[in-house]
């Protein structure tokens, strides 16, 4: 029967041929080169849910009593986006799953695409002829972060009502731009009109979707056309590439991961609770709430929020840069800037401009595993201190002493972090030459005799 | 700064205008461990003579021997009346160890009769009773919106307790209805105080129904992992979820780089 | 007799050579399953393949399991662990097929070669060599050039302007307030608010009458303190009779609503009365007009001057001090 497919397929399309050669593409084994898989299929879990949810949410605005099953919230006027999130998570039967598994996945998608990024850059994936694809990755991390703020923000609930009137605030704060964009984005001043929420809703389940599926295709294409990277071994040279054809082993090992992702986000999407909106409340412009934070992803930023020193730029009475501008817009620019930068630094740095399809352990390069962790360390630190305030505060360290201390660190630690891990680097290396541990390296005859290794 | 007694007479005044108020409403109702207010001359002597003897050994390093205050010690305490000591005492947040201490929920320090004898013996200088709470009567929808609106921005949409600047408002989790209805009244330490105008006495009601159901939240998603939101959600993200797949990943791939 | 051994030592050695040849691992030659294999481990594992049904059986328990707990309306919990253990058993089973059941191979391919510019004559300057031709025979390169550019841009232009269809110009909404001499401030029933419900720390949130609470300038906090530990500047000394005080409950940091109000009864007293916004802590001292003593807001919360009309209630006794929430680039304070 496998035999009448086959022709049959070759017989309408001539693909036969195309398929074998697919069947037998060979990738290389590595287990860290999974995670780019593990953030592919909570995607593809995050449609399928997603579509679920789309089919009973309501993107209005419009006021309602609510009449339904939570005691707390009957007779309270909520709008209908806040209604039909109760009505999913009460009434629709495995309505509350679906929730809760989609907003996991959320999560979950994008540490997979964070831990994917950090494989990438620690072992040198980024290097020509990956770096475009390294472009178009970072560039689908920024869409993911802003798809699941759009996500958790059409819930109307009090936490994401209060991150909406902050995104407003950055907005804003654009130099020049800002209140033109802002307003423009939110047809009015905030909260805005019924079209705000129109509008995230259509962003969220059509527009962004659509952006990422696009991008995770020209992503996979730009790596099968090169073939995967490999870490340096016995056979494996800058012109092969060593490892599982995609048929058999290789495509049951991805289904088996594609099918740990879904198996394991829907055991947490019904045993774990997760953004339970009956609890906050509807948002209203005047309510607030102790303790609210937004989803992970975005913790960096509101830690930045906190971090900055409370001034406007202005020019006498005329406002030139408002505050939230700093750590909500300039920071995370920052950031993305110089991780888009850094392959043309690296080559500059270095003066290699070849291609590579081996990759460099993250010992090979100090210098980048060093600018690496430091970056790492001064994003981590802001995070922490978006976060942390209740669990110092417990221990009885001040709020006011806390932003200090973590002003102190954002400053200091990059710089120690990354002499230490340059130095830890370095002597691993040297270590592993002295035993003769490392992989053959290039070495130079003194003029006296002897030899000296001449590496990077 | 040695404006405490003046403040403290100024908030006495204030308290007493508040108890004028409160000896209005119904009388206190003998729930355990409220003071029984008049229930025999002889008894209620014998309780505040009690209270007074405690007040001696235990009080007045700080609140003075007859109850007026030291400067730079403790406020007076006259006026204050039994709502305010049998919230302090009951709560734990009384005796502080040092002067200017943060007042902290903690274990009783004082027996049951002890504290009965204390609250009698304040509240014969006067001051406002211990409330009347009942939360059966109130409405869970007025004291979900009331408890937002007035109580949400220190201590949490869920009660958990939160922080600002020089404070952490504490979780009400441990909280019982009177607590809540003498805390509401008073304004203790860095609290505002909501008095019967502000919040009438179903609102009060109808907080103390909402703190007593949210100590047992709705948790029909399953774990509520704290109840306080993407934090620690985040956490069951990266160190269950991402944990178990990075797992998954090192069960299906190789390890030994370039091995195999 | 040596001539016969020499024939017959190279006889042997041709047909050695020949065998190694035919026994051997082809590399590049043939078109078979041989090419590029590397190592083959095909031995059949029973103990394997019995795990394999055994997941799948137990996948197929619990996905019916799954739908009989649907059928039953069961809670989330029991229908998350149904599907989810479904999957993890069917991914187990997937995984140990891969890994232990089906054909283990270990094979090397060989890369694309993408030339690099250093290399020579390469493809890409071919491919350059190719565009290029299709421009043969044009004379006015620079001319078609700049009126190509400009009326790509004019286009660009064309299309992005749609897009202001999205929402109002800045204009003076921004700086819209309800507020001015006269307007009642109501609570959240829509009751009017008298002076004498407030006594020394209490707080309120209030509104404009007949204005949408949702409006973010309407929404305003009141606080009372004692009068004499007011400082407020000369110019608002009227703005809090009895020292009841109001402010925009908006903050001037982010946009959240100031829904935190410390009251100090005794020491430490310091910040002394504030408002504290919950999302960054940007704390506004009350006692001096709303200035900021800690956090990021870079505006002080602005003020509205109060009044107690005839009836006793709480009027507004002009318009608030300054715009209302977060600042926006090029924005003016009055």
């Known amino acids: ?456 | 700064m040695t404006e405490g007694p003046e403040r403290m007479l100024a908030v006495a005044a204030a308290a007493l205008a508040l108890g004028a108020g409160v000896l209005w409403l119904a009388p206190a109702v003998a729930q355990p461990g409220e003071s029984r207010a008049s229930s025999g001359e002889k008894q209620n002597v014998a309780l505040v003579d009690r209270g007074h003897r405690l007040f001696q050994e235990e009080c007045s390093s700080c609140h003075g021997f007859d109850a007026r205050g030291v400067p730079d010690q403790g406020p007076s305490l006259r006026g204050t009346g039994a709502a305010a000591t049998d919230f302090y005492l009951r709560t734990g947040r009384m005796p502080l160890s040092y002067p200017g201490q943060v007042p902290t929920r903690a274990r009783p320090r004082y027996s049951e009769r002890q504290i009965q004898a204390l609250v009698a013996y304040v509240a014969s200088f006067g001051g406002p009773r211990i409330p009347a709470v009942h939360p059966e009567r109130g409405s869970s929808t007025e004291g979900q919106q009331l408890f937002t609106s007035h109580c949400a921005g220190c201590h949490s949409i869920t009660a958990e307790g939160g922080v600002a600047t020089g404070v952490a408002a504490p979780t009400l989790k441990d909280s019982t209805s009177t607590q809540v209805a003498e805390a509401l009244r008073m304004g203790p330490y860095l609290m505002p105080r909501f008095n019967r105008e502000l919040i009438d006495r179903h609102g009060v009601d109808s907080i103390a129904r909402y703190v007593a159901d949210i100590q047992q939240p709705d948790d029909a998603g399953g774990w509520g992992i704290g109840h306080i939101g993407p934090v620690p959600e985040g956490m069951v993200a990266w160190f269950l979820a991402a944990a178990a797949l990075l797992l998954t990943a090192r069960l299906i791939g190789e390890s030994r780089r370039g091995g195999g | 007799m040596d001539a016969v051994k020499a024939i017959a030592r190279r006889l042997c050695r041709y047909l050695v050579a020949a065998a190694t040849l035919l026994f051997s691992r082809r590399r590049r030659s043939g078109d078979g399953e041989e090419e590029g294999l590397r190592e083959r481990r095909t031995s059949p594992s029973r103990p394997a393949e019995l795990a394999v049904v055994t997941l799948l059986l137990l996948a197929a328990l619990a996905a019916a399991g799954f739908v009989a707990a649907y059928i039953a309306k069961a809670d989330t919990q029991v229908l998350g662990l149904g599907i989810g253990l479904a999957l993890i058993c069917l991914a187990a089973a997937a995984i140990v097929t891969g890994k232990a059941v089906v054909l283990q191979e270990e094979r090397e391919e060989q890369r694309p070669e993408f030339a690099h510019p250093d290399a020579g004559h390469t493809e890409g300057a071919e491919l350059a060599v190719t565009f290029r031709a299709g421009g043969e025979g044009i004379s006015r390169r620079r001319l078609l050039g700049a009126a190509a550019g400009v009326a790509g841009t004019a286009l660009g232009a064309a299309v992005i302007v749609p897009l202001a269809s999205l929402g109002p110009a800045v204009d003076d909404r921004l700086r819209a307030s309800p507020w001015e001499r006269g307007i009642r401030l109501v609570d959240e029933n829509g009751l009017a608010v008298p002076a004498a419900d407030l006594s020394a720390g209490s707080f309120l949130t209030a509104f404009a009458e007949g204005v949408d609470h949702e409006e973010l300038a309407a929404s305003v906090v009141v606080v009372r303190v004692d009068p004499r530990d007011l400082e407020l500047p000369p110019e608002r000394a009227s703005w809090a009779p009895s020292g009841i005080l109001a402010f925009s409950k908006v903050c001037t940091h982010a946009g959240c609503a100031v829904n935190l109000f410390r009251k100090p009864l005794y020491p430490p007293q310091q910040p002394g009365p504030a408002l504290v916004c919950p999302c960054h802590y940007s704390t506004f001292d009350v006692l001096r007009a709303g200035e900021v003593v800690f956090g990021p807001a870079g505006r002080p919360l602005p003020q509205l001057p109060l009044s107690i009309d005839a009836d006793g209630n709480l009027v507004a006794a002009g318009p608030l001090s300054g715009n209302v929430g977060p600042a926006w680039s090029g924005v003016r304070e009055s």
């Open chain 1, 1 to 456: 029967m496998i035999r009448r497919v086959s022709e049959a397929v070759e017989e309408r399309t001539g693909g036969a041929a195309f398929l074998r050669k697919t069947l037998r593409y060979v990738f290389p084994d590595h287990w860290s080169f999974l995670l780019g898989e593990i953030a592919l299929y909570s995607f593809v879990v995050l449609v399928a849910t997603g579509i679920f949810l789309a089919l009973f949410f309501s993107p209005s605005t419009a006021d309602t009593t609510y009449q339904g099953s939570y005691g707390p919230l009957v007779g309270q006027e909520v709008t209908k986006a806040y209604e039909s999130g109760l009505s999913l998570s009460f009434d629709v039967p495995a309505g509350l799953l679906m929730r809760q598994t989609h907003h996991w996945a959320a999560l979950v998608f994008v540490a997979a695409i964070t831990m994917h990024l950090m494989r990438i850059f620690f072992t040198g994936a980024f290097r020509k002829p990956r770096d475009v694809n390294y472009y178009i990755g970072l560039t689908m991390l920024m869409v993911a972060v802003f798809e699941g703020y759009l996500g958790y923000s059409l819930l109307d609930d009090l936490l994401s009502g209060m991150g909406l009137a902050i995104g407003y605030a950055v907005a804003l704060s654009l130099p020049v731009l800002g209140a033109d964009f802002a307003t423009l984005a939110w047809d009015g001043q905030f909260p805005g009109t019924s079209e705000f929420f129109s509008r995230m809703f259509i962003a969220h389940v059509l527009i962004l979707p659509i952006l990422l599926a696009a991008l995770i295709t020209i992503h996979l294409v730009f790596i099968a056309r090169p073939h995967h990277t490999q870490f340096a071994g016995p056979g494996r040279t800058e012109r092969n590439v060593v490892g599982i054809p995609m048929w058999p082993g290789y495509a049951l090992r991805s289904i088996g991961l594609m099918l740990a992702v879904a198996g394991i986000l829907f055991i947490m999407g019904g045993l774990i609770q997760i953004n339970p909106i009956w609890l906050w409340g509807p948002y209203h412009t005047y309510q607030a709430t102790n303790g609210a934070q937004p989803d992970w992803y975005l913790g960096w930023l509101i830690g930045a929020l906190r971090l900055v020193p409370g001034f406007d730029v202005k020019i006498g009475s005329y406002t030139l840069v408002p505050n939230p501008f700093w750590g909500g817009a300039l920071f995370p620019l920052a950031v993305f800037g110089f991780l888009f930068a850094w392959p043309s630094i690296e080559r500059r740095i270095t003066g290699d401009r070849s291609q590579h399809n081996v990759l460099d352990r993250p010992r090979d390069a100090p210098v980048r595993t060093a600018v690496g962790a430091a970056l790492f360390s001064f994003v981590a630190t802001v995070f922490f201190a978006g976060s942390a305030d209740r669990a110092f505060v417990q221990i009885g360290i001040k709020y006011e002493v806390q932003i200090w201390i973590y002003r102190a660190l954002t400053v200091l630690l990059p710089f120690v972090v990354y002499a230490i891990t340059r130095r830890t680097c370095e002597e691993l290396r040297a270590r592993e030459l002295a035993l003769g541990a490392a992989p053959p390296r290039r070495v130079r005859r003194g003029p006296g005799g002897g030899f000296t290794p001449a590496g990077r």
